[in-house]
């Protein structure tokens, strides 16, 4: 998808100075990265993690669920989700600037919680996953550019929290791996820069692409019938998330 938010894009591209980052909103002055389905989370038991509520449970998502509710998102937001449940993804990455790191779930933080990291009953998979980027960027792995991170990745909410972020979504909603990528500190850099960021970038996208072949793939079949069956459901023994 080459970008999200054409309203923003435009209204940046029209403008001489863009210190003030008003491409961020869509004509309705929204930020579309703060319109997805928001997600209560709770503390995990036993573990030094968070989990979605079961009211979330992602076995029983459908678009229909959503379209309900669609006068609470935008029309941008509404294709997104209707995009990534009629084809689901397995691993994605959204391209934001403004730092150099990639972030990944969550966003949001449990109630209660005032700081420290939002980890996921997937946090070591997120964060490999994030360390795969940014050890392939020229520049990211480093972790010393506008925003300082150690190798340059951080747990989301670690950094700054977000309700309703896109995400957050991927995660719960659809099972999909999806990570955070911030790929340069200047947020609308000149045309001249371009080339450089694509070099800077081009490793790390491969990279991460690569990344989808690990884990668990295949089909599931039924043992007698043999016929291939659709919605199934897996569960890892000691990760609070199914797939």
């Not at 389905?37 to 678009?63: F, M, R, W």
């Not at 109630?111 to 964060?127: F, H, R, Y």
């Not at 991460?208 to 690990?214: D, E, L």
Request: aromatic share 10%.
């Amino acid at each position: 998808m080459p970008t999200m938010n054409p309203d923003g894009f435009e209204y940046e591209y029209k403008q001489a100075n863009h210190a003030t980052g008003g491409g961020r909103v869509n004509a309705n002055h929204i930020d579309l990265n703060e319109n997805f389905p928001q997600i209560e989370l709770e503390p995990s038991s036993g573990k030094d993690e968070v989990a979605p509520k079961k009211e979330y449970n992602n076995n029983e998502n459908n678009l229909d669920k959503f379209i309900k509710k669609q006068n609470q998102f935008q029309p941008e937001v509404q294709a997104a989700i209707h995009w990534s449940l009629t084809y689901p993804f397995v691993l994605s990455g959204n391209l934001h600037g403004g730092a150099l790191l990639a972030s990944y779930p969550f966003n949001n933080r449990a109630k209660g919680v005032a700081s420290g990291e939002s980890k996921s009953p997937d946090d070591s998979t997120l964060k490999m996953l994030a360390k795969a980027y940014s050890q392939a960027h020229t520049k990211m792995f480093k972790g010393d550019s506008c925003i300082i991170f150690h190798d340059g990745i951080t747990n989301s909410a670690a950094w700054k929290v977000i309700e309703g972020g896109m995400q957050d979504w991927s995660y719960v909603f659809t099972s999909d791996m999806e990570i955070t990528i911030d790929i340069g500190c200047e947020k609308y850099p000149n045309e001249n820069d371009l080339q450089n960021h694509w070099n800077d970038n081009k490793g790390a996208l491969l990279a991460f692409i690569t990344q989808v072949v690990h884990g668990l793939r295949g089909f599931v079949f039924d043992l007698q019938t043999k016929a291939p069956v659709s919605g199934a459901v897996i569960h890892v023994h000691g990760i609070n998330h199914n797939v």
